[in-house]
């Protein structure tokens, strides 16, 4: 990257003062200052991008697209300033000004484009896929109000409007790119010199306005960006209506528009959400191709060399319309024959799945594509036609297997079979989440193309979650093993030579603790609930879904309460166990959950007999910005979910890169961990996969709840009340219905507790505790979202950097 001079870099700000708000730096509020520098740097980044691109085209580089419905970004500035190496010259910049950096960075929100850890992971990639020197772009909507800003409330999630773009349009730019989107209507066909030729008529056109937010890399000129779509309509009223007197519909096709791109994840529980949910996801993709589509032809003149230049990524289902979008626009705009549009489409299309979960794997009612998208469910009706006969071929007279791997069957429309059909490489996101898509969730396309599968481990920024969040683990690290791990995170495993050093791992535990008051301070802050900084942190903080486990954490809090209860002079190291999650609105057993913890806390935190020894807090609205808070300051790391269930997961990377150590399941990455750490380092429990999948069919959680008197005081708790709050349904989801306690908290609970015990008595052991939490960082420079994008570069993308 350029560097810049502080004068300059002031020069600038105080042009953009004058220029926007008409004032100089000695009048400026906080908020202005924060724009102006935002602006600079990316004026400065624009410049840069601006050459890369020259490069990439001089040298008519191959570029991949990734698709993706969230990019959980979290704060730019910070991140911008620290991978083009300008946070001392700005940081003095603004100083010399009159204003504190710190207080700068906090005026700007996290960006409201993602939700979880795919967004978080798509982030990565474009980072890192920048930092590689890699020609990249990733496609999305401009939300407006982003997934909500979780407020709670008597211990119940509100989803507030998240309004992000106050102070967070600053990093946005309009872009020239502005295409139609059609929706409804109906299709005539024609015949023309022995073509078939098809019409979309009467359809209600949308308009994608592009925006564009600059992706810097670390210690490198590459610039790449992230495109993203607004929905317009062509006029803002219908002068008929309004002349009518019709003044609320004559606004309505703006207001129906504009719904697409208001919030991330509508509710899908009824018609509307699945409907606003489908225009969401062909709005993005189908601007995303014409804007692909339209680079390329100004770049090669041709579509036929598409695959060679060009590759676009599916990030899970949410954009693998981009399959029936591109034939579109290959028959019916450019006259290709379905078999060469075909083979350009495999060649070009690649895949990341990354749940196991068969809700999740999106699944659409026929009649609403049909009637919302006519031209692209008469293509999908044509490729599962053709694909149906692939799997006839393949398990000939078979017919329930080929109902059940075909795209369209019993009035649903099946997106992960679509992009099994089309991808020229389709990847699990660790180890053993490859092999349960290769050997179930996919096995029958498995045995057909089994050429097509790869594994690529999911992998993360290291370079924000430790140089930029623990500065001060960072700066330790330099002064025993250099700076090289910047660039080249394997570096990071020649800590190992110090895990036994007692100096050093006094110095760890001293930055430890002052990352634990940092948070201490903003737990009191912004909860009024007081924490020892001396006590261990037991952190869970991810989405909030059954499978993940909240609630076997809640079980092990209420048993180890009932047991200081019961024995108060109980030794045992005193614990904070700290929550953060969002559950999707409409996913009310989520919800319920959340507000057990938050009881859980009222009872807990009040009761004198434990005092000093456990606390429970629940800290609202987790976000990128909060974790990088949150991180550097746990001590465990909470990674419980059910054996198969979760693909990956990427916080255990960030929470082992800081030192905390997992106790978990063998389930999704926490695989990998072990194998990276070893035994003595990580503390696993629970059911293998395998034995979970023999329990299924034959699991009876009544005989745990009669033969465990832990498990029936916790349950017979939550019928009979937490400080006059019942959870019965939570009682009743574990012991009746249909499939009671699908996720087997009751069958782990024994083992979670004895893993929860040996984690006390090693963290009693400084020196002990200190070698684990090296070990655990020197062990995570597998996982730098680095090593995941080579990975991709060569296996799937087939890039070249440049």
Partial sequence: MKQVSKAEIKKQIEQKLS??????????????????????????????????????????????????????????????????????????????????????????????LGNGGLGRLAAAYLDSLTSCRYPAGGFSILYDYGIFAQKIVDGWQMEMPDKWLTNGSVWIHPRDNTYEVRFNGHVEEHWDNGRLVCEHKDYTPIMAIGYEMPISGYGCKAVNFLRLWSAKTRDDIDMQLFASGQFLKAVEAKAMAEAISRVLYPADNNYEGKSLRLKQQYFFVSASVQCIIRHQLRTYSSLDNLADKVSMHINDTHPALIIPELMRIFLDDYGYSWDKAWDIVCKTVSYTNHTVLSEALEKWPEHLYESLLPRIYQIVKEINRRYCGILWNAFPNDWNRVSKNAIIANGEIRMANMCLAASHAINGVSALHTEILKDDVFADYYKIAPQKFFNVTNGITYRRWLAQANPELTALITDLIGDKFLSDPNELDRLTEFCTNKPVIDKIFDIKRRNKEKLAQYIKQTTDISVSPDAVFDVQVKRLHEYKRQLLNCFHIIDLYRRIKENPSLEVNPRVFIFGAKAAGSYYMAKLIIKLIWFLGELINNDPDVRGKIKVVFLENYRVTLAEMIMPASDVSEQISTAGKEA???????????????????????????????????????????????????????????????????????????????????????????????????????????????????????????????????????????????????????????
């Fill in 19 to 112: 220029g926007l708000y008409s004032v100089s730096h000695e009048d400026a509020d906080k908020v202005q200052m924060y724009k102006a520098v935002c602006l600079t740097i990316r004026e400065i980044l624009g410049d840069e991008r601006l050459a890369y691109q020259n490069k990439v085209k001089k040298e008519q580089a191959k570029q991949v697209y990734y698709l993706s419905m969230e990019f959980l970004l979290g704060r730019s500035l910070k991140n911008n300033l620290f991978n083009m190496g300008l946070t001392a010259t700005v940081t003095q910049a603004v100083k010399e000004l009159g204003f504190d950096i710190a207080e700068l960075y906090d005026i700007e929100p996290d960006a409201g």
């Fill in 648 to 802: 990956s997961g990427t916080g255990n990377m960030k929470f082992m890169l800081n030192g905390a150590v997992t106790i978990g399941t063998m389930d999704g990455a926490n695989v990998e961990i072990h194998q990276h750490v070893g035994d003595d380092n990580i503390f696993i429990f629970g059911l293998l996969t395998e034995e979970v999948n023999r329990l299924v069919g034959n699991y009876a959680p009544a005989l745990y709840y009669s033969n465990d008197s832990r498990i029936r005081y916790i349950i017979d708790l939550f019928r009979g009340g937490i400080k006059g709050e019942p959870f019965k349904e939570i009682a009743d989801s574990l012991l009746t219905g249909g499939k009671p306690d699908s996720y087997l908290v009751l069958a782990d609970f024994a083992s979670y507790i004895d893993a929860q015990n040996r984690v006390d008595a090693a963290y009693s052991d400084r020196y002990r505790w200190g070698r684990m939490s090296v070990m655990n960082t020197a062990r995570s420079g597998f996982f730098a979202s680095d090593r995941s994008i080579e990975e991709y570069a060569q296996k799937i993308w087939r890039l070249t950097k440049c």
